[in-house]
């Protein structure tokens, strides 16, 4: 039969509320399943890691990401939405490839594994041709990560002669449901992105409906600048069309109304703080989400401006809410919002907003083994007190030193496993240099900024 594996000795963090942390605890999986957990395990016939002195966690879950946008990374470091829109999506997007796309994704979601993260959504918004979305998801099934491959709907600023009508974008993505992604249960599984809902609501209304036929589930940005007129949650709840299967990116400018009318549906909000921060999207809406009941989760979003780590985004999005909370109290008594918090946000509760919280998201038995270890002997985390609060503000993704995805070790001891990691690096940069020559370089990626507004409408929503 399949591989068992004793995890022997270390500190686990379940982040499972119905299975205590065990200071000193054994796991042991058998064909990729969570079997037993205890303080002492006796098992034979099966491959013991000595975990003594280490930290064991259910592996993090990334509820936003642009995978495909690796080969960018750090050109916007300095870069404010609009000029993220004019450079990425308008100019450097329809330059990329399939073999880039495939590129990016592998190297983007082995970079996630690097870092703990066993189970990524990804926005895959860069699909000028069904080419495109096979290599997208292709090179998801390679890099061994779990996914969810939401198939980005968003047409290119150019018409695609692969793709030319919304009608045919439903229909490649349907194309996908039916054929490599029919199966609900396989470590990568569908979903839709819709496009930007600033669109005409008829469109955004066919790309629900679309997903719901297609029996998946929908992620879509909302809300991240200011709209006049009825905003997207408004729109969906007026028709009846929000629900447990609905992931909501940002939320930024959402209101206390639109959030409550989210939780009240079951549908999940996923914050991406540092681009919010960064890019001038507000605040990331953490705490306002938190205090609505809605089921709250972090992404990374784009590598392309800022960093593809999960414990960056705890700390980031925790304590920019102390920070508010201390400027609405005038210096608050309590912190209200715990440390320990975040930790279910890029675990369980992940989970349960993909519809995935009986298979992944905390440990416990019966559930896949999808688990995390990370080194106890750093001194960044010496001495071990508190050990949830240590992880989320202490720890950073160079103490994970080994990462297991449904049973199989994606790394181990500190390497990625059957991975040749130069040759992704190869192709990240070969991917990284075609793609900037066909926009004439680096510095032609901000020259469409001006037309942009026209473009993509930003500010008053004028399909309002
Ligand atoms: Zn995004």
Redesign the pocket.
Known sequence: MGDRWLLRGAEVITCDPAQEDLPRGDVLVEDGIIVAMAPELHASDCRVVDLRGKLLLPGLIDA?R?TWQTPLRALGADWTVMDYLAAVRVKLAPAFQPEDVHAANLAGALEALDAGITTLVD?SHCIESPGHADAALTALEDSGIRALFAYGLAAGPRQSTALPTHASRLADAQRLRTTRLASDTGRIRMGIALTEMQVPWEQSRAEILSARELGVPLTA?CSAWPVSGPSEVQRMAAEGLLGPDVLF??CTFSSDEDLKRIADSGGAIAV?PE?ELQMGMGFPVTGRALRAGVRTTL?C??VSSNGGDLFTAMRLALQVERARAHERDGLSRVLALKAARMLSMVTLDAAEALGLGRVTGSLRPGKDADLIVLTGDALNLTPLNRPRDAVVLQAHAGNVESVMVRGRWAKFQGDLVDVDVAAVRRRVVQARDAVLARVGGPSALLGEREALAEHWEMGAAKDA
């Open positions: 936003h642009h926005y940005h990116v940002h991406t681009t992404g979003d784009v």
